[in-house]
């Protein structure tokens, strides 16, 4: 079936985009925008036209699927200028979401009239590249300069209203879009086109200066990012140049941006994110469970942070702690996150009280009874778990889903002191709960297939993106981020000091350096954690001399001290003399002769930490995509997007180069934690990737 077709209304064509689910601008449509236009163009019986879709949207961007393949005639390009050259007025009536090309191809029609529900944006930046249909040089044209920017650099979705009055859309309308937007044709006939392409910028306005104090607002964001600078370019370009000129300077910079590996590690997330939610035994036909209210066990920073989650999404939540004074301080906590959110005015304190009388405290199981989902977050050890979920279990109702926040225990062990172990599973936030987008969702051995399906539907409500995991110490995410950890100490021990352990990490692109987060996490947790553990079960080289840190009252950002040095009241970790003369100290007392380390060294042993680590736990089958462990990374561990995830970056290294490195590493540094992972001597040898063995899994 044709994806474009034309619809005569007397003397106004209607033409029709529709390829479904987002009507993306595959070959067959911008061929058929293309033979819409000529035909319009030669119909003497049609005085102007207006382009609609049929579905959930207007055009939601190019087709991504077609990124790989070769570019096929009519270009993109071609087409918008085409329908921007039309001598009779065209219109774009826009519902749903005019994304990319789509809003590309809107800004070439003469006029827009959208649906108060309709968003427009230019998300080009997330997949690594820059609108490449003359969206640079249209959208500063007709929304001004400083709003273009925005748009473009952050890839946000504008509401209608706010596109309005920025003159990006001329009408708005509740409903009646097509019938709106013939009248709106019908009225500009005797106008004419008006072209967007040759509307003017007062350029003297945006001087070097102008662009200079934008490029410095965005500094911190955009950090290690190839895409944001090349859109800036274009804008400029926007501005100083006519439109053609524009054009080819945008042309050139799509280019670049195009062919940067970063444009298909951001295209590989956007497909992994939509692959999540895939999981064997689940589909839409897998029954759910209501969820109308939630409990919560724990009011400390972990609790709270979850609870309002769904408060958030208007959901009571009622939060349970063992003393009143722990409950007050929780919500307190809570109410203070709210007004700090209100204080930058992205809520009214309206909405403050609002969200708080979503809010129940309680010290009483019972008050438990008619919660659809309970989650548990109390202090890590599985005894206390066990006693919680035992209360839980005599009070919780029928059908009521029991989650543990647990990061590392067994859920399996957790589910069987109930009588109900298919109830139970993990849901592993991150902190701070309310912030952090990540949600590891731990099916055990004994889930139900409806509680996990409920859970995997409930974390895209709250705005998360769901992983499934199965059982194992440290679930995806902390199972391979000790062996990261480990490797990172290592490297100190061996020669680096933390700062530059840091420094290569950061540079890498990682939100923040290992030590650092360890300061910032509180270097006690592990401490404690060893001191109940066997010293054979771990690497004390790794460790002994965090243990001396700890041991000098320096337990990280909260005691003022931690493997850096901070100010009174401040979070900026400073070198510390105390602790590298501990790190001398302790090699020499392994007997270990120092070695400086390069950024490369230590990046690349990280790095083959966490793809040993990774291809281990999905030859196990924790995870069930090796994109999935790129989400989790991504999402909840800093992990620079722009390197498409730690798996990702093994297939652009090569898995047989990754491979043989490993086997390098377990000669240099010891068998002991470098064992190659099966599943990656497997693919390696077959000259395989991760992506392939993706394809072969569900979806
Ligand atoms: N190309 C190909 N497929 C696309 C697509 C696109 N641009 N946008 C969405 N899809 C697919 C998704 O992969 C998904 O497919 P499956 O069901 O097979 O998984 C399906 O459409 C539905 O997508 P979502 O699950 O994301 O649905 P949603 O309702 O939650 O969101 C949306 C809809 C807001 C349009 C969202 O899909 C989205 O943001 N899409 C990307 C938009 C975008 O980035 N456009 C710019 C493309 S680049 C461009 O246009 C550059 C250029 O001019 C050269």
């Known amino acids: ?203 003297d306005k945006y001087d070097q200066a102008f662009f200079d104090a934008f490029r410095a607002s965005i500094a911190r964001k955009t950090r290690g990012y190839f895409a944001p600078e090349r859109c800036i370019r274009c804008v400029e370009a926007a501005v100083k140049l006519p439109l053609k000129e524009g054009l080819a300077a945008e042309r050139e910079n799509f280019q670049e941006c195009f062919s940067n590996p970063q ?147 067994s859920i399996d062990d957790i589910a069987d002191v109930t009588s109900r172990p298919t109830d139970v599973l993990g849901l592993h936030f991150f902190s701070p709960a309310n912030v952090m987008r990540l949600l590891e969702i731990v099916r055990a051995d004994k889930t139900a297939d409806d509680a996990l399906a409920t859970c995997i539907d409930l974390a895209k409500k709250i705005g998360k993106v769901g992983v499934v995991s199965g059982v194992c110490h440290g679930f995806i995410g902390n199972r391979m981020l000790s062996q990261y950890a480990r490797e990172m100490s290592l490297s100190v021990i061996e020669g680096a000091m933390p700062h530059d352990v840091d420094k290569a990490m950061y540079d890498f692109g990682m939100a923040m350096g290992p030590m650092t987060v360890s300061d910032m996490a509180g270097l006690d947790i592990g401490y404690l954690n060893r001191k109940g553990m066997d010293r054979a079960e771990y690497e004390t080289r790794a460790t002994d001399w965090i243990d001396r840190v700890v041991e000098m009252d320096r337990k990280g950002l909260k005691t003022g001290a931690g493997i850096y040095d901070y100010d009174e009241g401040s979070r900026t970790p400073k070198p510390s003399e105390t602790v590298m003369n501990v790190i001398l100290e302790e090699s020499a007392k392994l007997g270990i002769e120092r070695t400086e380390k390069s950024a490369d060294e230590i990046v690349e042993r990280g790095m083959l930490a966490l793809i040993n680590e990774g291809a281990k736990i999905l030859g196990e089958g924790i995870a069930i995509r090796a994109s999935d462990i790129d989400i989790v990374y991504i999402n909840g561990y800093g992990f620079p997007a722009f390197r498409g995830g730690p798996m990702h970056y093994a297939d652009q290294m090569g898995l047989k180069a990754a491979y043989e490195k490993i086997l390098k590493n377990a000669e240099t540094f010891g068998p002991r934690w470098w064992e190659p992972a099966p599943l990656l001597k497997e693919l390696a040898e077959a000259n395989s990737s991760f992506a392939e063995y993706d394809k072969k899994q569900v979806g």
């Open 263 to 409: 444009a298909r590690a951001l295209q590989h997330m956007f497909f992994a994110e939509r692959q999540v939610s895939r999981v064997p035994g689940i589909s839409k036909d897998t029954s759910r469970r209501n969820i109308k209210k939630v409990g919560i066990i724990g009011a400390g920073t972990m609790g709270g942070g979850i609870a309002m989650n769904f408060a958030n999404i208007g959901m009571p939540v009622t939060v349970l702690e063992v003393q009143q004074e722990a409950l007050d301080r929780g919500l307190a906590v809570v109410r203070k996150n709210y007004e700090h959110t209100a204080s930058k005015g992205r809520m009214t304190q309206d909405d403050v009280e609002t969200r708080m009388a979503l809010f129940t405290g309680t010290m009483d199981y019972a008050d438990l009874a008619d919660c659809d989902l309970i989650i548990e977050a109390v202090f890590e050890t599985m005894d206390i778990k066990k006693t919680v979920f035992t209360a839980l279990d005599k009070v919780a109702k029928p059908g009521a889903i029991l989650a543990s926040n647990t990061s590392y225990l």
């Open 1 to 203: 079936m044709a994806t474009v077709s034309i619809e005569n209304r007397d003397n106004i064509a209607l033409v029709w985009v529709d390829n479904p689910p987002v009507n993306a601008l595959s070959h067959s449509v911008r061929e058929g925008l293309k033979d819409a236009m000529a035909a319009i163009a030669n119909d003497d019986t049609i005085d102007a036209a207006v382009i609609a879709c049929r579905g959930r949207t207007f055009i939601a961007g190019a087709d991504i699927r077609e990124f790989g393949a070769p570019p096929k005639a009519p270009h993109l390009t071609e087409v918008v200028q085409i329908i921007e050259d039309m001598q009779k007025p065209i219109v774009a009536a826009i519902h749903g979401t005019a994304l990319g090309g789509g809003l590309e191809v809107a800004l070439s029609c003469h006029y827009r009239v959208a649906l108060s529900t309709a968003k427009i944006g230019l998300p080009e930046v997330k997949l690594g590249i820059l609108p490449g249909a003359g969206g640079t040089q249209r959208f500063p044209r007709i929304a001004g300069v400083e709003n273009a920017l925005d748009a473009i650099i952050s890839g946000r979705h504008i509401k209608a209203k706010q596109a309005l009055s920025w003159g990006a859309v001329d009408e708005m309308v509740e409903d009646g879009l097509e019938e709106s937007a013939m009248a709106f044709a019908a009225s500009v006939i005797g106008k004419g086109p008006r072209r967007t392409g040759e509307m003017t910028i007062d350029g």
